[in-house]
């Protein structure tokens, strides 16, 4: 049976991750060091576990309220406007979804037609353009320049938009580059944002995860709040990536449509997770000081030494990746890490999956110990000398 009579034509389209298809290639080798997944290696801190287990032998394992537990939905209210400075009603403004992600697909296809562009800065995670197709827009790719930081600047912003253009999707601190944006940085782009009428969607999952600066959102930009969904959670900062749970802020007619749609498809988010949440926002501030350390120390380890290897490396600020540019080799994104992994057993991921302004860079997580880190870099080195670099 021809199965692709049968399939949805949009969805057939899209391609793959390109990050899960080297993890995909790593899980079927032996002796392989993988720095390609964005995970912290940071068990999740035990006063969290330990209360999910708690609200397990208390029997609590009901449904929770689509947009979440109350008690959750105000400890995310707290805890932002205390880290950003910014103010959403748990009530009407704050839905809880099923990882960051979830409230990813929610916003644009609550907020997007079919004729709609969207505006897409690149390198960038990997979802923001499958989404956007699935969604039934258009994605519109804007390319980020090494010499601009990898900053979105407003003139970028500006050349991009057309009479169809209706929403960015503004991605920092940025995977895969670890840049970030600073407020005069999101002051000017909210100029050409409130200009053109635009919507935007701020995928601020790292955003405890600076070094140095502290995040700005750009909710807290002025005239920005009324136009922005802020898209957040707890798998980066409170090292709970299988715990699925994220959460959105953005105006209350926007997130009631959200709730609608994440009413229908999932329901509400998984209760134990809830609990393990709520624990986490109220008491796991010296948790994420304490990562956000460790993550600066190997930073500091990896940069220096792709810096030294000689493959030019772009001093991250955010996340938890570096994005050393590989173009002395000769080689392309794909072809050095492909060479890599089969002849080193070190997986790292091509910068192409980010979009083709990645092309001539690789993405390397320090998310993992620094033991991990110097078997994998002593190896590159070996590769690098066999190359003849």
């Not at 959750?72 to 979804?97: H, M, Q």
């Not at 990997?126 to 804007?142: N, S």
């Not at 057309?162 to 999101?186: E, F, Q, W």
């Not at 990645?358 to 590769?383: D, T």
Request: charged content about 25%; some cysteine; glycine content about 6%.
């Amino acid at each position: 049976m021809d199965y692709t009579k049968r399939l949805n034509n949009t969805i057939q389209q899209v391609k793959p991750s390109g990050i899960r298809r080297f993890f995909d290639i790593v899980s079927e080798m032996d002796d392989v060091i993988s720095l390609s997944i964005g995970e912290p290696d940071f068990r999740t801190p035990w006063h969290v576990s330990k209360a999910a287990i708690d609200s397990l032998e208390k029997g609590r394992t009901w449904y929770t309220p689509n947009r979440g537990f109350e008690k959750l939905r105000d400890e995310i209210s707290s805890f932002v406007k205390r880290k950003y400075n910014l103010t959403y009603s748990a009530k009407e403004e704050i839905l809880v979804t099923v990882g960051g992600s979830e409230a990813l697909d929610l916003a644009m296809r609550c907020l997007l037609n079919p004729g709609d562009e969207v505006l897409i800065h690149q390198p960038s995670f990997v979802c923001y353009e499958p989404l956007t197709l699935m969604a039934g827009a258009t994605p519109v790719v804007i390319n980020t320049q090494q010499e601009n930081c990898f900053r979105l600047t407003a003139q970028e912003l500006e050349d991009a938009i057309t009479p169809k253009t209706k929403l960015l999707v503004l991605s920092y601190p940025n995977n895969p580059t670890g840049a970030i944006m600073r407020r005069g940085d999101l002051e000017a782009i909210a100029e050409v944002i409130i200009k053109h009428d635009l919507m935007v969607i701020s995928d601020e999952i790292y955003s405890e995860l600076t070094y140095g600066d502290r995040h700005v959102s750009l909710a807290s930009i002025e005239g920005m709040r009324e136009r922005t969904i802020v898209i957040n959670g707890f798998s980066k900062a409170f090292a709970m990536t299988g715990w699925r749970l994220g959460y959105a802020m953005g105006p209350a007619p926007i997130i009631d449509m959200m709730t609608k749609l994440h009413q229908f498809g999932i329901m509400s988010a998984p209760t134990v997770a809830q609990y393990a949440a709520i624990e986490a926002l109220r008491n796991g501030d010296k948790d994420i000081d304490k990562m956000r350390d460790e993550y600066e120390m190997r930073k500091r380890y990896v940069v220096g030494e792709f810096n030294a290897m000689g493959l030019e490396c772009f001093e991250p600020n955010g996340a938890f990746y570096s994005f050393p540019c590989i173009k002395s080799t000769g080689l392309t994104s794909e072809e050095f890490c492909t060479k890599l992994l089969a002849s080193k057993k070190v997986a790292i991921v091509p910068g192409n999956a980010f979009g083709e302004s990645g092309e001539g860079y690789v993405r390397v997580s320090y998310s993992y110990s620094l033991k991990h880190l110097k078997e994998a870099i002593s190896r590159i080195k070996e590769f690098l000398q066999e190359l003849n670099v």
